[in-house]
């Protein structure tokens, strides 16, 4: 007897933010669209979006792995932008910083990028709050172009970096 496939769904909008990509996008099993949704949500209300300014959101569907079967999702795009795009924006304000001559400055450089930048925001709420895969002998299934600075796993390979570069992963 074959075991029985999970039934998939597609990841609803919610409260404060709003998928705009189209439904199949994101057939997701109902483990992972409770979790996302936990923390989706979480992001858009610390980042001050509500329910009469939601934030919009994109997936793309994937076709590896944890995809498969519901259990992965691919995140491209927040607020309208790509997340190539955020990351970009987050190394140029790293430039600037490294270039500032005075700490105050540098700092204040980071803190203002950490405050605007959706993607990285969206990336470390994701590591903070949410509890994704870790299969025996595998990292934590959070992956993006954050992920060799911030963790979790810092040793990403580079081709697994590239790879990551314009979406965040994540699998439940
Ligand atoms: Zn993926």
Known sequence: MTPELPSLAPLPSGRTYHIDSPPANALVTRELADELGRVLERFARD???S???????????????HHQVGRAADLYAVDGRGLDQWKQRWDESVERATRAGR??????IMRNERAGNLGWR?????????????????PVQLFGPWT????????ISDRLLRAHRD???VAR
């Open 122 to 138: 969206l990336y470390k709420t994701l590591q903070l709050h949410g509890r994704w895969a870790r299969p025996a002998g595998y």
């Open 103 to 108: 700490t105050e400055e540098r700092e204040a």
């Open 47 to 49: 980042a001050a979006f």
């Open 148 to 155: 060799r600075t911030e963790g979790p796993w810092r040793r």
């Open 51 to 65: 329910e009469r300014n939601p934030v919009r959101l994109f997936f793309k569907p994937g076709v590896v792995g």
């Open 167 to 169: 979406h965040l992963h």
